[in-house]
Each structure stands twice: as C-alpha cells, then as structure tokens.
Nanobody, 121 residues
C-alpha cells in the first residue's frame, strides 16, 4: 500500500513558478514509476508528466514541455514538479499517481488528494 500526499500549490501570477511535491509512504515507492496529472473544472483529468523509478527517463505533455520539469529524490520518497512560466490555462488541481508512466489515468492504482494551482492573468 502506498499513500501519496501532494503539496506546494497556490496562487501565482502568469509567468511565475511553483514547485509541487508528492511525498509517499511505503518502502516500495522508490521502485515505482510516477505520474503527475491535472484536472481543471469541467474537464477530464489529463496527463502532465511522468518519471521512471530511477529518474533516468521522463515524459511530458506537449502543453507543458519546456516549462515543467519532473524529478525525484528516492531517499526522501518524494517526486517533484517544477513549474515555470505558468499560464492561466495551467490552473487546475494537480495530482500525483503511481505506479506507472502511462498517459491514461485509469492505469494508475494510487492517487494523492491533489493540490490546487491557480494562475492569474
């Protein structure tokens, strides 16, 4: 069993930055691939980024490529999402999920509660 807790969300102006954290319990987390997703009001949950268990491979949605960076510190059981050059359309609740790198949220077993990111114009 793995529990995921996201943090780091907030209100930021367009062009600003935020770093989200996904802290996990469970000794096996360091062996899990992890994904970040987001869901805006009235929209489906969408893939943002993923990272494999050792951090050596990452993937991004086209909408965030070049602005967001996913990373992890397995010693701290934490995965990060650095978000730069934020845009109002990045406003959403952000979730981390495991295990997996798929873009389909239905393929993930564990989810955090989400953290709200609001970008003002």
């Amino acid at each position: 069993q793995v529990q995921l807790v996201e943090s780091g969300g907030g209100l930021v102006q367009a062009g600003g930055s935020l770093r989200l954290s996904c802290a996990a319990s469970g000794r096996t987390f360091s062996t899990y691939n992890v994904g970040w997703f987001r869901q805006a009001p009235g929209k489906e949950r969408e893939f943002v980024a993923s990272i494999i268990w050792n951090g050596r491979s990452t993937a991004y949605a086209d909408s965030v490529k070049g602005r967001f960076t996913i990373s992890r510190d397995n010693a701290k059981n934490t995965v990060y999402l650095q978000m730069n050059s934020l845009k109002p359309e990045d406003t959403a609740v952000y979730y981390c999920a495991a295990p997996g790198i798929a873009t389909n949220p239905r393929e993930y077993r564990y989810w955090g509660q989400g953290t709200q990111v609001t970008v003002s114009s």
